[in-house]
């Protein structure tokens, strides 16, 4: 049984939207004091997305009003995400997959798992909990995002 908050697949029409979306964004690569290692990851750009997108992304409890941050991550050949948690900032934080790909997204107590990054995939997890990223060869692509924030 899995010990996320939420673990769901959203459509592939959303997915494409939220593509569409970021494919016309210019950003500015703010990796360098962050746990992203070997990539490149945005600041916040919660603001690109239409709050009907937002909605179609995190569609329970309320998440896409309560929603205040995201970024968008993307591993070069050979990056990963050191072991980091979220629990000064927010309550929940989650992931969205952008694309399949290697790269295993772990989780330490109380989850204890391994995620394969799948394409539309969403994990939504107290912000507590220790995570980070195996290292990617595939040119992983995923969205990072806060709620509740303390």
């Known amino acids: ?11 592939n029409n959303t997915m494409e939207k939220i593509l569409d979306l970021l494919n ?24 690109i997305f239409p709050k009907d997108l937002l909605k179609e992304m995190l569609p329970d409890d309320d ?3 309560r929603c ?3 970024h968008y ?10 072991r980091h948690n979220h629990e ?3 309550r929940y934080s989650f992931i969205i997959y952008l694309n399949d790909s290697d790269g295993f997204t772990y989780f330490e107590e109380p989850i204890d798992e391994k995620i394969t990054p799948e394409r539309g995939r969403v994990l939504i997890f107290r912000s507590d909990v220790n995570h980070g990223a195996e290292t990617s060869f595939k040119n992983k692509r995923v969205l990072v995002g806060a709620m509740d924030k303390l």
């Open 88 to 90: 000064n900032t927010e």
């Open 1 to 11: 049984m899995s010990k996320f908050i939420k673990n769901y697949n959203i459509t």
């Open 24 to 47: 016309k964004q210019s950003f500015t690569n703010e990796a360098h004091n962050t746990c992203t290692k070997n990539g490149y990851q945005t600041g916040n750009i919660i603001d």
């Open 63 to 65: 998440f896409h009003e």
């Open 73 to 82: 991550i993307e591993y070069l050949n050979g990056g990963y995400q050191k």
């Open 68 to 70: 205040f941050h995201i």
